[in-house]
C-alpha cells in the first residue's frame, strides 16, 4: 500500500500522559499536513511542513503539541500532558506540491481517547 | 471570515434513490471546490475538485456542481448504494499569502438503508 499510513490507528490514555502519533505521507510528497476531527465536524488545521522545515501552526496548536519531521519523509505529533479536550481523530495528509490544485491525501487516522 | 456551511446535517434515504448534498460558502479569495468522501473512522478520499470556471463534474454517480456567483455547490448522488453510507465533505480552497488553505465544511452523513 503506498498511501498514507498512521500509526497507532487507536490509542487509549489517561490525563496527563504524554502520546506520540507518526506519519508516513506518501513518498516523495513534500507537504505534509495534520489536522484534528471531533465526532460530527470537518478537519481542522493545525500544521503543515513543506519538506522538514515547519511552515505554518494554527491557534489550535497549544503549547502541549509539537510536530517534527526531520528528515522531510515521515513526520510525529506529540501531545503532553493530555486533557479529556484532546479527545479526537488526528489526521495526517500529504500532497505532492503546492499549487492550488494539489490534491492532499489523508491517512486513515489515529483515534485518541483521553479518559 | 472564511466559512463552509453545509446542509443537510444528515440523510437517510432508501438503496437505488438519487440524493443532493448542498454547500455554501464564504471564501476569499476562492481559489477551488472540493468534495470528499469519508468512511467511518477513515481519512477522507476525494471525489472531485472544481475551478470557478466549472460547472458541474462527474465522478462515476457523483455529481458536482459549482455556481460561483452565488457561492453554492451540491453534490448529487445517483442510484445510491448501501457503500454510499459515509460523511461527505465540502472543502474549499483559498488563496493565502504564497499557499493555499483549506476550509472544511462539517460534512453531511449520509446513511443508504437497503
Known amino acids: 500500500d503506498t498511501g498514507v499510513s498512521q500509526d497507532p490507528r487507536h490509542k487509549i490514555t489517561k490525563r496527563g500522559q504524554n502520546v506520540t502519533f507518526r506519519c508516513d505521507p506518501i513518498s516523495e510528497h513534500n507537504r505534509l499536513y495534520w489536522y484534528r476531527q471531533t465526532l460530527g465536524q470537518g478537519p481542522e488545521f493545525l500544521t503543515y511542513f513543506q519538506n522538514e522545515a515547519q511552515l505554518e501552526k494554527s491557534r489550535l496548536l497549544s503549547d502541549r503539541f509539537s510536530a517534527e519531521r526531520p528528515k522531510g519523509s515521515f513526520s510525529t505529533l506529540e501531545i503532553q500532558r493530555t486533557e479529556q479536550g484532546d479527545s479526537a481523530m488526528y489526521l495526517c495528509a500529504s500532497s505532492p506540491g503546492t499549487g492550488a490544485y494539489n490534491e492532499q491525501f489523508f491517512g486513515p487516522g489515529t483515534r485518541l481517547t483521553v479518559l | 471570515k472564511n466559512q463552509v456551511e453545509q446542509s443537510p446535517q444528515s440523510l437517510i434515504i432508501l438503496e437505488g434513490k438519487n440524493c443532493t448534498l448542498q454547500c455554501n460558502y464564504t471564501v476569499s479569495p476562492f481559489s477551488n471546490l472540493r468534495w470528499y468522501k469519508q468512511d467511518t473512522g477513515r481519512g477522507p478520499v476525494s471525489l472531485t475538485i472544481m475551478t470557478f470556471s466549472e460547472n458541474t463534474k462527474s465522478n462515476r454517480r457523483y455529481t458536482a456542481t459549482l455556481d460561483a456567483d452565488t457561492k453554492q455547490s451540491s453534490l448529487h448522488i445517483t442510484a445510491s448504494q448501501l457503500s454510499d453510507s459515509a460523511s461527505y465533505i465540502c472543502?474549499?480552497?483559498?488563496?493565502?499569502?504564497?499557499?493555499?488553505?483549506?476550509?472544511f465544511g462539517s460534512g453531511t452523513r449520509l446513511l443508504v438503508r437497503p
Open positions: 472543502v474549499v480552497s483559498a488563496r493565502q499569502d504564497s499557499s493555499y488553505k483549506l476550509i
